[in-house]
């Protein structure tokens, strides 16, 4: 829990925790915002909201092709990894959108305009693409360094030409050794203990290109260890980083609470953690914190987590602590 900064070191900004996990993963952001939330106890959601508007943190395509918030000054090392359309544009294929002015098209729709929704591309796409095929040519934007996610806006996602949020197009590293080594120096920093085959699973990539990076970044020291009498608790939210980062859950959770955590169909609970262990999942309906231990946990263990969730989301949903 410590290299992935679950045992809250003080002072750390919203661009700081980003930066030492190397990418958080974010197509829920809700459930991202939460993962800020256990990682720091002074962050608030505005703090984070700010990061995002001031472009320290970007929303983008990242790791294994799933949205990630990456820090702005790691784009063109983790672009140049991750910058692969091929699956883009089957996915572009099935949903109908076809042609090859596709990157122009998709450009000429973002350049100039601020963020936009979905709904608005689609009216300034005038039919070459709608639904989920907007999204997919953003992506396509995307993998060319062409376009970003934006702030969100009454809960959707925006989406921005990067040149105008970022002040350039994202340019990739052109040494692809050099990004090797600084993506397996940044992930062995938050995943101690780990191996190739973990870097792989995270990253998306071969595993050759995996043991390449794990090579070239071996004179890494281990992250310093981190000493506290009682084990860590916290209430993790669902796609946290620490149930992300490596290629197996098995030393994390037992194998007769996996279905409790992953119940099928894409979906990954909100989860308890207590000393790196999953010993429960949680979940929120309005403004009640709801707590199911897989077995018992000691009294009031996980109060000051339940109230702090409280802390983080009162001013946006309503929730009084």
């Known amino acids: 829990m410590e290299p992935q900064l679950l045992h809250r070191p003080p002072g750390l900004t919203a661009g700081e925790i980003v930066g030492q996990l190397a990418a958080m993963q974010a197509q829920d952001v809700p459930s991202a915002l939460l993962a800020f939330r256990a990682r720091s106890a002074t962050l608030t959601r505005q703090d984070v909201e700010a990061a995002v508007t001031s472009r320290e943190i970007v929303r983008t395509w990242g790791p294994r092709g799933t949205l990630h918030f990456v820090h702005a000054d790691d784009l063109p090392w983790l672009h140049a990894l991750t910058g692969r359309a091929t699956n883009?544009?089957?996915r572009l294929h099935e949903e109908g959108v076809t042609g090859d002015d596709l990157l122009g098209l998709i450009a000429g729709a973002l350049e100039g305009q601020g963020p936009l929704t979905k709904a608005d591309l689609e009216e300034r796409l005038a039919g070459r693409a709608t639904g989920q095929g907007v999204v997919h040519l953003v992506g396509l934007a995307a993998h060319h360094g062409l376009a970003v996610l934006g702030p969100l806006r009454a809960g959707k996602p925006t989406y921005v030409h990067a040149a105008d949020w970022l002040g350039a197009p994202i340019t990739p590293e052109p040494?692809?050794?050099r990004a090797l080594k600084e993506l397996g120096i940044r992930y062995r920093r938050a995943h101690h203990p780990a191996e190739p085959e973990d870097l792989a699973a995270w990253s998306g990539l071969p595993l050759g290109e995996a043991r390449t990076a794990w090579r070239l970044s071996a004179d890494q020291p281990p992250p310093p260890a981190f000493a506290d009498e009682e084990p860590v608790a916290r209430l993790a939210p669902a796609f946290d980083e620490y149930l992300m980062g490596w290629r197996s859950r098995d030393p994390?959770?037992?194998?007769?609470?996996?279905?409790?955590?992953?119940?099928?169909?894409?979906?990954?609970?909100?989860v308890v953690l207590v000393g790196g262990v999953i010993r429960g999942v949680w979940g929120r309906k309005g403004a009640r914190v709801s707590v199911q231990p897989f077995d018992e946990l000691p009294d009031g263990l996980l109060d000051a987590e339940v109230a702090d969730v409280h802390r983080f989301l009162a001013p946006f949903s309503g929730m009084r602590p």
């Open 175 to 177: 040494d692809r050794d």
């Open 252 to 270: 994390i959770l037992a194998a007769e609470h996996a279905r409790k955590v992953f119940p099928g169909g894409g979906i990954l609970r909100p």
């Open 88 to 90: 883009t544009l089957r």
